[in-house]
């Protein structure tokens, strides 16, 4: 019993998510992306902006 526990215990482990939707966004879109990027200085700092907060959301959804 005790084995068959330990075995089963040794067995199972963590699941762990990865996000990536930023560089996938980038990566399915990167004439969308560039063309943002060129667009204007406000156009720019919208897409930063907006990657940056998708790469701290998908953080916190990771770290539980």
């Keep these: ?14 699941v762990t998510t990865s996000y990536d939707g930023a560089a ?12 943002a990027v060129r667009a204007s200085s406000e156009a720019k700092e919208f897409v930063r902006d907006s990657l940056k907060t998708i ?8 770290s539980r």
């Design 24 to 35: 996938a966004l980038v990566e399915r879109h990167p004439k969308g992306f560039r063309d």
């Design 55 to 62: 790469n701290a959301l998908e953080a916190q959804l990771e």
């Design 1 to 14: 019993m005790i084995s068959s526990l330990m075995l089963w215990l040794m067995m199972t482990g963590c």
